[in-house]
């Protein structure tokens, strides 16, 4: 059973058929588009705070914590871009898969018309053997 959010190669080739950063795309893009991270990041804000707003190692501006936070909004926009050219990246191979099995289906249902107009061939043929010889 297939996730649908997993590569297709991943489902057919099995994991070492995507290179490291492409996995490790996934993960980012699959990690931080949850709602555990939004809670582990809230909850993480929300420990700093409380445990620094005594006069700890970062007083009540929370510099480092404005640093931290900065520092990752600054990350966040090019991850962002990375988790996005990887998802065009996994839905362009989707559709040429998906093109391929159209392509395959249209085969198949053009194998089976002939075998249906064959068959309606000879039983049309049967039928005329069978009224002919049967004498009423």
Not at 16 to 43: H, T
Request: hydrophobic share 45%.
């Amino acid at each position: 059973m297939t996730r649908w959010n997993e590569h297709p190669a991943t489902t057919k080739f099995g994991k070492e058929q995507l290179s490291f950063g492409q996995r490790s795309a996934d993960v980012l893009r699959n990690a931080m588009g949850s709602w555990p991270f939004v809670f582990g990041a809230l909850a993480f804000l929300a420990v700093w705070m409380y445990f620094n707003s005594d006069g700890a190692f970062d007083p009540f501006p929370f510099i480092l914590l404005n640093l931290i936070l900065s520092c990752i909004a600054a990350l966040q926009g090019a991850i962002l871009l990375i988790a996005a050219k990887r998802e065009d990246q996994i839905n362009s191979e989707l559709a040429i898969h998906t093109f391929q099995i159209d392509q395959e289906n249209l085969e198949l249902t053009r194998q089976v018309h002939e075998l249906s107009l064959k068959i309606e061939k000879l039983t049309n043929e049967v039928h005329k053997a069978v009224t002919k010889s049967d004498p009423k």
